[in-house]
């Protein structure tokens, strides 16, 4: 597991780094820090955060929010500076499972570290429908756009 966190990265190390599964520790902030550059850009539906420390923020802050999460990943596309991988991640919240499946593009600085992660994905499909009364509306409102 050590080495998951030491550029370059390659697709196996991508697939070990976007996989925790359930009741396992994710990454410590050193950890963090050196798959990470300084000046890290991370932006996905819900935030937009600027530096390493703004994104050990955000991680910690979701782990804190939920009982528990896991990752798990999917294809990896890999090519020069640039990667993609697809994944599945589920959160535990007050005894109620969300499950977002998505994908990140990850953009690689000179040193082999990180310096922009993008993660695409529905937050408010998956974040709703298992919600009683609210999670119909939903479902419905989605078929109205989607029909």
């Known amino acids: 597991m050590t080495d998951t966190f030491q550029p370059p990265f390659d697709a196996d190390k991508l ?11 994710g990454p410590t902030a050193d950890q963090w820090r050196s798959v990470y550059a300084p000046d890290v850009h991370f932006l996905d539906p819900t935030q937009e955060k600027h530096g390493i420390e703004a994104y050990i923020a955000a991680q910690d802050g979701l782990i804190k929010r939920c009982d528990d999460v896991f990752l798990d990943c999917g294809a990896v596309a890999l090519q020069g500076d640039t990667a993609f991988v697809e994944w599945r991640m589920g959160l535990k919240i007050k005894g109620i499972e969300f499950i977002y499946p998505g994908v990140t593009r990850l953009r690689f600085g000179a040193d082999g570290r990180i310096t922009e992660h993008r993660d695409y994905f529905d937050f408010v499909g998956p974040t709703f429908e298992p919600v009683p009364v609210v999670g119909g509306f939903v479902r419905w409102l989605y078929k109205r756009f989607v029909a």
């Open 15 to 25: 697939r070990a780094l976007f996989t925790k599964p359930y009741s396992v520790a």
